[in-house]
């Protein structure tokens, strides 16, 4: 499970996009929201969209690794779909904020590595900040608040990468996927495996 | 610190090899030894060649970070040399045994990423270990004891990759080199980048 966070204006949509395309064995998590759907958006691909009382159910039913509520609308990771792909020996990549990190790392500890995508400088996330363009100044306060929010828990995170240069910050996190995916206390079946190896060294 | 261990037959000295042509920033360490040198090996290449006296006199004034004595004759790794080289802002490998990697990671826990190699497959390690050629049968007994010795340590390394395809285990290696790099808990300076980003976000 690899788990990325970012403020605004780190570029972690761009990062999240080339990930997938280049890492066949990594799925993204699709969450479910109760916000109504926007143009352009489909379902089971951007969001299952749910209804107020769907999403409670689910809550209720423990059926969610994470779930929040941000600007009146909630959003969770549906924990059945993460199950099958990691039962299948492949990865799913999540893209959440730090409270949803903090309580998935609450319920799988060993199976999360987190990733938090920095901006590369004041001055660049000042520029990128400034040329999004549409939205009222009431909703880009309440993100900026957000962001420095977001921010003040990159140390929560197992890797903090800066995103000074997207090809650089990608090869970052693939490196952490794989290097992840080699971890001693991650590889099933080694005692086995060793045991074979140990009695050739015992009887070569 | 990369600390790299392997029983006889996993082809770490191959992945060593490429491991340093392809990363600029990673330097061998050279390890202090009493053994006579051999044809073809160069001081300060290979090892550094020392008396007994030399060897003894380094280990009571504290100057290696770990040594042993194998088949009568003794290994060390001078602590100076790494020094220098970490604090330029570069890292160092080390090619140890579970040993010297055990006695490095008392004294130094939070900079070191260990690594252990394991062979392909029984099969493969068999035909590995007999077309070796050369050695006495009493020297290849005492390999292969120190072999089975070596491999049943290695649950003590954070990581372990499978030399079943050089290419392949080599990739692995650097993506743990990488990912390690970036570790939350070795950027140093980081707070204060991350502070001067937040107040972008306080006052976009």
């Given at each position: 499970?690899?788990?990325?966070?970012?403020p605004?204006g780190?570029?972690?949509?761009t990062i999240s996009r080339?990930?997938?395309?280049?890492?066949?064995?990594?799925?993204?998590s699709?969450?479910?929201?109760?916000?109504?759907?926007?143009?352009?958006?489909?379902?089971?691909?951007?969001y299952y969209?749910?209804s107020?009382?769907?999403?409670?159910a689910?809550?209720?039913?423990?059926?969610?690794?994470?779930?929040a509520?941000?600007?009146?609308?909630?959003?969770g990771t549906?924990a059945?779909?993460v199950?099958?792909?990691?039962?299948?020996g492949?990865?799913?990549?999540?893209?959440?904020d730090?409270?949803g990190?903090q309580?998935m790392?609450?319920?799988?500890r060993?199976d999360?590595?987190?990733v938090f995508?920095?901006?590369?400088?004041?001055?660049?996330?000042?520029?990128?900040?400034?040329?999004?363009?549409t939205d009222?100044?009431?909703?880009?306060?309440?993100?900026?608040?957000k962001a420095?929010?977001?921010?003040?828990?990159?140390?929560e995170?197992?890797?903090?990468v800066?995103n000074?240069?997207?090809?650089r910050?990608?090869?970052?996190?693939r490196?952490?996927?794989?290097?992840?995916?080699?971890?001693?206390?991650?590889?099933?079946g080694?005692?086995?495996f060793?045991?074979?190896?140990t009695?050739?060294y015992?009887?070569?």
């Open positions: 499970m690899l788990v990325l966070s970012s605004s780190a570029g972690k949509t080339k990930l997938l395309e280049q890492e066949a064995d990594l799925h993204m699709v969450s479910v929201t109760t916000r109504p759907m926007r143009k352009g958006e489909v379902e089971g691909r951007d969209f749910v107020r009382a769907q999403f409670d689910m809550v209720d039913a423990d059926e969610l690794l994470e779930h509520t941000v600007f009146e609308n909630s959003y549906p059945a779909p199950e099958a792909t990691l039962n299948a492949e990865d799913v990549l999540f893209d959440v730090w409270q990190a309580q790392r609450t319920r799988r060993s999360i590595a987190s995508i920095l901006p590369p400088s004041t001055e660049e996330l000042a520029r990128r900040l400034t040329t999004r363009g009222t100044p009431e909703v880009v306060a309440k993100r900026m608040a420095a929010d977001e921010i003040s828990h990159y140390g995170y197992d890797y903090v800066v000074d240069d997207v090809d910050c990608l090869a970052e996190v490196a952490i996927l794989h290097a992840e995916r080699v971890r001693a206390d991650r590889l099933p080694l005692a086995d060793v045991g074979g190896l009695e050739v015992r009887a070569p």
